[in-house]
């Protein structure tokens, strides 16, 4: 039994963190959607809703990482895209 445990505890090591970045990510819009539903109530008094929302920043920037994370991995696997992306992006502005 501690031979599985151990088994188990290293596969999961060797996953990285963000193996599954897009439920990291839903979640966290699903508990924006929530501060932002609790705030717009009125339920929380005022300071519950400074809370909750200095509480959402970090959601955010964490959400924002998580957005990072994938365009660099994008960007990575294909390259020329990028390219193409800021050629096209330039000529439109």
Request: hydrophobic letters at 30%; zero cysteines.
């Amino acid at each position: 039994m501690t031979a599985g445990l151990a088994s188990r505890v290293s596969k999961e090591a060797a996953q990285p963190a963000d193996d599954q970045p897009s439920d990291r990510y839903e979640t966290i819009i699903d508990e924006l959607e929530g501060i932002v539903r609790s705030i717009e109530s009125g339920e929380t008094g005022l300071e519950g809703s400074i809370t909750a929302y200095e509480h959402g920043v970090g959601l955010i920037k964490r959400a924002r990482a998580i957005l990072d994370q994938a365009e660099q991995r994008i960007t990575e696997l294909d390259p020329a895209g990028d390219e193409k992306d800021g050629e096209s992006s330039g000529s439109t502005r």
